[in-house]
């Protein structure tokens, strides 16, 4: 078994399935590595628009007082910024990621809906695009990613902007469940002989509870814009008071998909984190086990805890602490998984590539996300803290200092798999320290903001003190944040133009993606390796030492 | 520490939550400390070497888990614990009918009515000190949130819903507040202003308020009474002991007497209600109060009837 | 050449088409779940003016509901024969979609009944979510007429192949699902909601 080498020679003449690279062959593609790119594409064009869109509003908020722009733009600027970085930049980044490598991880051939994926993909792209052009018909969205009613009800709001929003996520959301089913569906039933389910990556094993979430929450907001729509259009009562109608009850709608959707947003990362870190520590994960269970108590907590983003409204103290006590048990299994990724180091030999910085990195911001996190489910924190900038330090931590920071650990990670290239480390490093600088710089001060009293969401703001200083740091911080993107890009078109070739496995890891080409052929995999184990180039490498002789 | 209010409590509801939070950010502290301590350790001390070879594996410390996911159900059930301790303290159940101010929340002012001593004002609460207040809240329109970090916890104000809350001052002063429910485009100039005076302050300024200022006759001042009349202002605006009555904006009764116009926007003075009346879309865009174009002298003679309510 | 249910259970487990179908079922579940809590909270608050009890007629709706419901047994016989590789699944498609279209039929008739009566999306509360709920449930039933109205062409044209991993028995599952839909909101709207 040992003498079956990892890439043999091909049995055949394989001349018909070369791929083709015209831009035809990519928009009308259905195969799933393709796809995964374009997600990524997708992803890297809305992320420059949101980075941009903050760009403005920090520029606004840069000193008290201040008239750069009029506040129906800062409005529009902050709603689109929530809602392209959400939907448009983090959750095509992790389902393109997903798509691109999952077959790969369990020894398929493409998924198990390739022409669904497609589908996917475009509705996702469609909706994008269907939310930017309100911009030519009146105005973007103004009333706040989460849109509350009734200020998103038609006598607050008579532009169609709302309209455009609702719209656009409706056709993001079928697609997302759409891929949500096709992961579900690829994991159970086209996983390599050998691959138990207890032997997935984390990576697979992440994205295939997550699609869990995705095909639960989703529909509750597509139920929620069904009603907004039918408010706006055919005066509908559902959240308008006048009739009775309950502006409490959109909320409750919102954040049972909004809860979970940002544990969609950040279980994906935890995949990332749990393949890097082991890989450059050389160590497996510590406590595969605990990794992958504390994975699914999250998944099925995160149904349980919206209203914790609702403690302000005055449900009740039993609601409150009903929530409050789901939001504490939560943080339980995410911080065991800090704990588990840290002792993953403990006796290893780490190489500090640039994926192992952010890696590293991510392991500190995300600590520091959650705990502001925890902080919001003690109640009365919450009463002074919440819609204050000690949120907007929340988000960011977890969604930029965790998501975007695994985001890059993985692109440093899997870039040379899907290009066949090696991107700079020097510049990966550039672009590791201008990044870590830039985003402390900017959010670090924004706890400090929010304890000093200023609300989020607010165009402009007195000056009081401390705030016009503290605002000024955060938006040196964000210039810097934006410049360290420069980085990121300078090496990926650096990487195409002179990185070195990566071969199959340039990381030594252990993974079935890695038991084949880079790029991978359309096919995949000429044969797939054994798998005896959730490592099985480990396993083919070390046959002394395989996992399962040495994990009691 | 009053650059950070919710770290300067005045109110035995804001100490309670202060108090809280100082324990909180101590452990959270202490945990980020522990988590960055050990990851700086590893990536020291275990950095590949260049002559290493792979390390033998490591799988797990099932003890080891068990321990710390015992730890964190301590540590959070503890905090749990006071937390729920705190909730009492800071938001204690409110009474019905029992409202000693009544707030209403409108895009983007505050309309302030003391049911019980019958004022009638708007954007600056007055409170006497070592007095309990709750304050019931309504909304005219949107979602708003009342809040005043040194006082008391934020509240939201929802149309069809009428939440209540505590606040109280220990020490007369200022105390600076603000909207903190996004509620459309002057969300950011929703600002609040709490005044808690002595007990004799305060009845000085409730025999004030509840006065009715003569109207003028004579001069710039008696010109500019007409015209409030005469132009659209009476349509939004009450001036008791006048023929305005309208509910729409503020109660302009004594507008002279606030610190501040448009809700915190501008600080009261003569050249800055000029301004409000020249251009009230350039001062606050978007706001509902129209600009009506006033030639000069209308103006002049408005500021001069509007100085006179005090 | 029936399959006990364990072996159906596992045999599930490799059916890729039958497990979309069933996690597709899942996530309208969800929605529909919302649609009927707004429902039900909304005639918990009993608004002003038309509600469930004035204007609707549970016998009426009855009788259409029991058309839908039999309609799964016209679905189910048509699978099995299908699955079987028996006579027939034209047969009992043709019904499966009479009766499907006999309760859009009943459905339009009471729309336009509460339309005369001035109950309306916007009339009040009752109106907005009953609509919302009905609506949105009659879109589905439609869509299933869609579907096996492509199967029963197909079926026709004899072209039905595969026992196993067929589209009729995913359609036949997206069908029970649409019924057993209909049974909670004909026992949430004009069961309970009518008292």
Redesign the interface.
């Known amino acids: 078994m040992s003498e079956i080498s990892v890439l043999p020679l091909p049995m055949r003449e394989l001349a018909e399935f070369e791929e083709k690279g015209t831009i035809l062959s990519w928009l009308s593609s259905c195969d799933h590595k393709q796809i995964g790119i374009l997600y990524l594409l997708t992803a890297v064009f809305f992320f420059i628009v949101g980075g941009c869109e903050a760009l403005f509003m920090r520029i606004q908020l840069a000193v008290p007082n201040n008239h750069f722009m009029?506040?129906?733009t800062y409005?529009q600027l902050f709603t689109m910024h929530g809602t392209t970085m959400i939907f448009l930049v983090i959750v095509p980044s992790l389902l393109g990621l997903s798509m691109y490598l999952v077959p790969l991880m369990i020894g398929a051939r493409d998924v198990a809906f390739p022409r669904l994926n497609a589908l996917g993909f475009w509705l996702l792209l469609f909706g994008g695009l269907f939310l930017y052009t309100s911009i030519f018909f009146g105005n973007a969205p103004d009333?706040?990613w989460f849109s509350?009613a009734?200020?998103s009800e038609k006598?607050?709001s008579s532009l169609p902007g709302v309209d455009f929003w609702a719209l656009g996520l409706f056709a993001i959301g079928i697609g997302t469940v759409a891929s949500g089913i096709n992961i579900i569906v690829t994991i159970l039933t086209l996983r390599a002989p050998g691959m138990k389910m207890k032997r997935l990556p984390l990576f697979a094993w992440m994205t295939f509870v997550n699609s869990f979430l995705i095909v639960f929450a989703l529909p509750a907001l597509n139920a929620a814009l069904a009603m907004l729509l039918i408010d706006r259009g055919l005066h509908a009562r559902f959240f308008t008071?006048d009739a009775?109608?309950?502006?409490?009850m959109w909320q409750h709608f919102f954040w049972s998909f909004g809860h979970p959707e940002v544990y969609i947003m950040v279980l994906p990362a935890f995949g990332i984190i749990s393949e890097v870190v082991p890989v450059f520590?050389?160590?497996?994960i510590?406590?595969?086990?605990?990794v992958a269970a504390s994975t699914v108590a999250i998944a099925l907590l995160s149904f349980a805890v919206w209203a914790h983003h609702m403690f302000?409204?005055?449900l009740g103290?039993s609601m409150?602490?009903f929530f409050?006590?789901g939001s504490?048990?939560i943080?339980?299994p995410t911080?065991?998984k800090?704990?588990?990724w840290?002792?993953t180091?403990?006796?290893?030999?780490?190489?500090?590539t640039t994926a192992m910085k952010f890696a590293?990195a991510f392991?500190?911001e995300f600590?520091?996300g959650g705990?502001?996190g925890?902080?919001f489910a003690?109640?009365?924190?919450d009463?002074?803290?919440?819609?204050?900038y000690v949120i907007v330090a929340h988000i960011h931590y977890v969604l930029f200092g965790g998501t975007m920071f695994a985001l890059f650990a993985g692109t440093y990670y899997w870039w040379p798999k899907m290009t066949g290239r090696m991107l700079s480390e020097r510049l990966g490093t550039w672009h590791f320290w201008t990044t870590v600088i830039g985003f402390n710089a900017t959010f670090f001060v924004q706890h400090?903001l929010?304890?000093?009293?200023m609300?989020?969401?607010?165009?402009?703001?007195?000056d009081?003190?401390?705030w016009g200083l503290l605002n000024m740091i955060s938006t040196a911080g964000a210039f810097v944040l934006a410049g360290s993107t420069v980085f990121l890009f300078w090496n990926m078109l650096w990487s195409k133009a002179h990185g070195k070739a990566a071969g199959s496995n340039p990381w030594e890891a252990w993974t079935l993606e890695w038991a084949t080409s880079s790029p991978p052929p359309l096919y995949n995999f000429a044969q797939v390796p054994p798998v005896k184990g959730p490592r099985p180039l480990w396993d083919l490498h070390?046959p002394e030492?395989q996992?399962r002789y040495?994990?009691k | 520490m009053?650059?950070?209010?919710?770290?300067a409590p005045h109110s035995e509801y804001?100490r309670?939550?202060a108090s809280?939070?100082y324990g909180?950010?101590w452990t959270?502290l202490g945990?980020?400390l522990l988590?960055?301590g050990?990851?700086t350790y590893?990536?020291y001390k275990?950095?590949?070497?260049p002559e290493?070879k792979?390390?033998?594996?490591?799988?797990?410390?099932?003890k080891?888990?068990i321990a710390?996911?015992l730890g964190?159900?301590l540590i959070?059930?503890t905090?749990?614990v006071f937390?729920?301790r705190?909730?009492?303290a800071?938001?204690p159940p409110t009474a019905r009918e029992a409202d000693n101010l009544l707030i209403v929340a409108h895009?983007w002012w505050w309309e302030v009515r003391y049911p019980g001593l019958g004022i009638v004002t708007a954007n600056e609460i007055h409170i006497p000190i070592h007095q309990d207040e709750q304050l019931g809240f309504r909304s005219a329109?949107?979602?708003h949130?009342f809040?005043v970090?040194e006082l008391g916890?934020?509240?939201?104000i929802?149309?069809?819903?009428e939440?209540k809350s505590w606040i109280a001052a220990d020490n007369a002063g200022t105390y600076?507040?603000?909207?903190?429910?996004?509620?459309?485009?002057?969300?950011?100039?929703m600002?609040i202003r709490v005044v808690a005076q002595t007990p004799g302050a305060f009845a000085e300024w409730e025999k004030e308020q509840l006065a009715v200022p003569a109207t003028p006759t004579e001069g710039e001042a008696g010109e500019g009474a007409k015209y409030f009349q005469e132009l659209s202002c009476a349509s939004c605006h009450t001036i008791r002991g006048t023929a305005a009555e309208a509910r729409i904006g503020p109660d302009l009764t004594h507008v002279a007497s606030r610190e501040t116009l448009a809700a915190?926007r501008l600080d009261n003075t003569p050249a800055n209600l000029a301004k409000w009346l020249l251009e009230p879309d350039l001062v606050k865009?978007?706001c509902h109060m129209p600009n009506l174009h006033l030639p000069r002298q209308q103006q002049d003679a408005l500021v001069a009837y509007l100085e006179t309510l005090r | 050449m029936t399959e006990t249910l364990a072996a159906q259970g596992e045999d599930l487990l490799h059916d890729k088409t039958r497990l979309a179908i069933l996690l597709f079922i899942a996530s309208e579940a969800i929605f529909f779940a919302c649609l009927i809590a707004a429902y039900v909270r909304y005639a918990s608050a009993s608004p002003l003016g038309p509600n469930a009890k004035s204007v609707l007629d549970p016998m009426k709706t009855g009788f259409y509901t029991a058309c839908l419901l039999s309609s799964s047994i016209t679905i189910y016989f048509a699978e099995r024969a299908q699955r079987l590789r028996q006579a027939g699944v034209s047969r009992w498609l043709a019904g499966t979609m009479f009766l499907g279209a006999v309760f859009l039929y009943g459905e339009m008739q009471e729309y336009r009944k509460l339309l005369d009566e001035n109950v309306t999306v916007s009339r009040n509360l009752f109106g907005s979510t009953y609509y919302t709920l009905t609506g949105f449930h009659a879109l589905h039933v439609t869509v299933g007429l869609v579907l096996l109205g492509t199967m029963l062409v197909i079926s026709l044209r004899r072209k039905m192949r595969k026992p196993q991993h067929s589209a009729l028995t995913c359609i036949s599952y997206y069908w029970h699902f649409v019924d057993a839909v209909w049974v909670a909101v004909f026992s949430v709207v004009y069961l309970w909601s009518t008292q």
Request: aromatic content about 14%; some cysteine.
């Open positions: 009029k506040p129906e409005d009333m706040g509350y009734p200020l006598p607050y008071p009775g109608g309950s502006p409490i520590s050389r160590q497996p510590f406590g595969y086990g605990f302000a409204v005055g103290h409150d602490i409050a006590l504490m048990l943080a339980v911080g065991i800090v704990f588990n840290v002792f180091m403990w006796h290893g030999a780490i190489r500090y590293t392991l500190i600590t520091i705990l502001s925890v902080i003690v109640v009365p924190m009463w002074q803290l919440t819609d204050t400090m929010g304890f000093a009293g609300t989020r969401r607010v165009w402009s703001y007195p009081l003190p401390q070390h030492q996992d040495l994990n | 009053d650059s950070y209010p919710v770290f804001a309670s939550i809280l939070s909180v950010l959270a945990i980020f988590v960055a050990l990851v590893a990536t275990f950095k590949a070497r290493e792979t390390p033998k594996p490591v799988y797990g410390n099932t080891l888990e710390y996911t964190f159900v959070l059930g905090i749990s937390s729920i705190a909730m009492e800071s938001d895009q329109d949107v979602i949130d809040w970090p916890r934020k509240m939201d929802i149309p069809g819903i939440n600076f507040g603000a909207c903190a429910e996004y509620c459309g485009q002057e969300h950011a100039w600002r915190g865009p978007g």
